[in-house]
């Protein structure tokens, strides 16, 4: 047996070199957990795929999406140069698919991003503050969940008219309310919690406090509650361009696409396909992407 010789008031080596213990901040074990989280990742990497075609669809696209041929009508997949076919006024369907997802994305992402600003601050400050505030903010909220998403952005965008602009704006609409509540939710559970009574207890302002201490603490639930409404927005979108309430012909959209061919179904069927299967996988993308980063900010799990 070995003995190790210590002199009084000397600790032992081992003691001395042993490391330190490093402890990752939150968003540290979030970033922690999505690199191992192969399948979020994977999703993740197909929507940059699809956020990159539309952005340089100008690059990619082989044909004009707007230059149309009656003898190049309805072409099937594979037809000479048309890669996706053509549709009913001989059009590249690659082309268009190409640009369409520029306003299909755009018509996703920009009303959930305005919505979250929105609806996030209104739901901090009503949930904060409380009182009356919280009763004027949240009654006003609940009037719009008397009626169905989809019912309440066609009711909306029929009343301002067709267009790209219009249909952001009923978009963003119907998503503010359901973020107001996710945040009125989460700061209510943050507001009394001892950290923010100290705060108070120090003489800092409202404003100082919510910046400091509750946006911090809320951003995560508001985060992932966002995320997974850009799947429905995608969705929502290409209805209303489906219905004619949304973008307007000759832009490339993929649910004005789908109208335009659902004429052309029984001739040449798997063209007619390809923009509800683009609407399909970026919806599925977005969705498990959500649910990744809903697994990752989740603290229990």
């Known amino acids: ?146 009626f169905p998403s989809i019912l309440l952005a066609v009711a909306i965008s029929g009343a301002l008219g067709g267009g790209v602009f219009n249909g952001m704006a009923s978009l963003t609409l119907v998503f503010i309310p359901p973020l107001c509540r996710v945040a009125e939710t989460a700061t209510s559970q943050v507001r009394n919690l001892d950290f923010v009574e100290a705060a108070r207890a120090t003489g800092a302002g409202t404003f100082s406090i919510i910046r400091v201490h509750i946006l911090g603490n809320v951003l995560g639930p508001i985060t992932i509650y966002a995320s997974s409404l850009v799947s429905v927005s995608i969705l929502l979108a290409s209805g209303l361009s489906f219905l004619g309430l949304g973008v307007t012909p000759p832009e490339p959209d993929w649910g004005l696409m789908l109208n335009t061919l659902r004429g052309a179904i029984y001739i040449n069927p798997m063209v007619c396909a390809l923009p509800g299967v683009a609407i399909l996988i970026t919806s599925v993308c977005f969705n498990l992407v959500s649910d990744g980063l809903r697994s990752a900010m989740d603290v229990r799990m």
């Open 1 to 146: 047996m070995t003995y190790i010789a210590v002199t009084p008031g000397e600790a032992p080596a081992a003691s001395q070199s042993a490391p330190a213990l490093k402890v990752r901040s939150y968003w540290q074990s979030v970033g922690y957990r999505l690199r191992y989280d192969y399948m979020t990742l994977f999703f993740g990497s197909v929507v940059i795929l699809i956020l990159l075609s539309a952005i340089f669809a100008p690059l990619l696209a082989p044909m004009d999406p707007y230059e149309s041929s009656l003898i190049n009508r309805l072409k099937p997949i594979g037809y000479k140069d048309f890669i996706f076919g053509t549709d009913k006024l001989g059009r590249d369907i690659l082309s268009r698919l190409l640009y369409g997802g520029r306003i299909s994305l755009a018509m996703g992402i920009i009303p959930v991003l305005i919505a979250t600003i929105v609806g996030g601050s209104l739901g901090v400050l009503a949930g904060f503050l409380g009182g009356r505030t919280n009763m004027a903010i949240m009654r006003t909220v609940d009037v719009f969940y008397a």
